[in-house]
T-cell receptor, first 115, second 117 residues
Framework: AQSVTQLDSHVSVSEGTPVLLRCNYS??????LFWYVQHPNKGLQLLLKYTSAATLVKGINGFEAEFKKSETSFHLTKPSAHMSDAAEYFCVVSPRSYNTDKLIFGTGTRLQVFP | DTGVSQNPRHKITKRGQNVTFRCDPISEHNRLYWYRQTLGQGPEFLTY????????KSRLLSDRFSAERPKGSFSTLEIQRTEQGDSAMYLC???????????????FGPGTRLTVL
């Protein structure tokens, strides 16, 4: 079975400081992993994805994530937070199986950015 | 706008009533998904279609829920005899069945927020 665990329900940072949102996954298959962002009253937006190519994945808005198989982790980072980064972030796993590509979401991490 | 659209955006209903939501996917996408998101949780998979075929249903999808995609384009999700526990955001997503770089990139609509009184 596949699952993801987001280790922090809330993260607070000051504008201009680094962001780290932690995610561990469990998967029987070689998974696809994603990070989605959800701003208030807006739809989910794909930030980045890992699909077994490069282990360091770059996404939109300066975010990146590193796939570490030995640690079963896929943490999201950004060198310098911006006020507009305040949102809910979801780590997501999907089995790379022909029969299903449903997304399995974590419980989310709310990122607050203080001026 | 060529993104995923959902209607209505908000629905308030009384317990026991039936409701129907509509999702229009991105036009060239052949896969369509429904998810449900309750307050403070991540979205949970309900069901998905490839073209008009419903290929997988979650155990969350009780007998009161039914989804259709009759012509492989838009989809409807109906909830019969609504219960207060059905109150949630219902999200629709679409993707293009592809084994290349776009594999399983799902694009989400804004959702329909259901409140059951």
């Amino acid at each position: 079975a596949q699952s993801v665990t987001q280790l922090d329900s809330h993260v607070s940072v000051s504008e201009g400081t680094p962001v780290l949102l932690r995610c561990n996954y469990s998967s029987s298959y070689s998974p696809s992993l994603f990070w989605y962002v959800q701003h208030p009253n807006k739809g989910l937006q794909l930030l980045l994805k890992y699909t077994s190519a490069a282990t360091l994945v770059k996404g939109i808005n300066g975010f990146e994530a590193e796939f570490k198989k030995s640690e079963t982790s896929f943490h999201l980072t950004k060198p310098s937070a911006h006020m507009s980064d305040a949102a809910e972030y979801f780590c997501v796993v999907s089995p790379r199986s022909y029969n299903t590509d449903k997304l399995i979401f974590g419980t989310g991490t709310r990122l607050q950015v203080f001026p | 706008d060529t993104g995923v659209s959902q209607n209505p955006r908000h629905k308030i209903t009384k317990r026991g009533q039936n409701v129907t939501f509509r999702c229009d996917p991105i036009s060239e996408h052949n896969r369509l998904y429904w998810y449900r998101q309750t307050l403070g949780q991540g979205p949970e998979f309900l069901t998905y279609f490839q073209n008009e075929a419903q290929l997988e249903k979650s155990r969350l999808l009780s007998d009161r829920f039914s989804a259709e995609r009759p012509k492989g384009s838009f989809s409807t999700l109906e909830i019969q005899r609504t219960e207060q526990g059905d109150s949630a955001m219902y999200l629709c997503a679409s993707s293009l069945r592809d084994t290349g770089p776009s594999y399983n990139e799902q694009f989400f609509g804004p959702g329909t927020r259901l409140t059951v009184l």
